[in-house]
């Protein structure tokens, strides 16, 4: 059985854990398979937006096989664990040392925990079922976050409501998550995984340069002096302002028609 799998729906991209009598949680070589994955895609110019879930109805992804990683803890030389994993692109492909400027869903179906949660967190949005749940446990064991749990949560939901989360190392569930913005909607289980793929869709019709440079600016202004944010803010327009998809988007505005942009 492959452990992540990888299905093109157009220009959307769906990629799910595949590991359910494990609540979809990633071993080394799972893990492994998801930096792959999220390098193709980031690679592949008809591939404008991903899809990630969980299979099954009870998880997203509980996080780290501890029984594999603790293997391979105790067996990997110190040198090039930290090489490979510290310093690479982290748990889920994309939580650290991987930027992709392309817009990423997470279906969150069930279980987000740890870096299950964290993998969610470095996605752009985050659709869920009534049955999911997040948590960062790990002040519950001795440790904490590790893969930009302690980052990005603050950024989403704010300091306070990612104190609660992080020092409690309570769950929470997905009418708080939407309380707090931790999560956009939430759809009917039955309908979850249609409905972040249609809404997918509807991201892949827009001019996928809009969406690069945006996200790019977003993401590189985080902690900058506001005007150093706001130049960066306005050469990127002045960037985008140059290419073929604007000229496309205000000819389609001009006849009336849905735009038809080539990411050049």
Known sequence: ???????????????????????????????DEMIRVWREFDADDAARV????????KAFCAGADLKTYTLNFAQ?????????????????????????????????????ISG??????????RFCSPSAEFALQDAKWGFHACDGGLIRLPQIVGMGHAMEIILSGERVDAEHAYRIGLVNRIHPA???LDKSMSYAQMLASRAPLSHRFAKEVMRRSMGMPMGEALALESRSFRDVAMTEDL????????????AQFKGR
């Open 116 to 125: 299950g949660f964290e993998l969610a967190l470095a996605c752009d949005l």
């Open 50 to 57: 991903a899809v990630v879930t969980g299979a099954g109805d």
């Open 190 to 192: 039955g309908e979850l």
């Open 1 to 31: 059985m492959t452990d992540i799998l990888y299905e093109a729906h157009g220009a959307v991209r769906l990629i799910t854990i595949n590991r359910p009598d494990k609540m979809n949680s990633l071993d080394f070589d799972a893990n």
């Open 76 to 112: 990997a030389p110190a040198p090039e664990f930290r090489a490979k994993y510290t310093n690479g692109p982290g748990f889920g492909g994309i939580t650290r040392n991987l930027d992709i400027d392309k817009p990423i869903v997470a279906a969150v179906n069930g279980f987000a």
């Open 247 to 258: 000229a496309e988007g205000v000819q389609s505005f001009k006849e009336r028609r849905p």
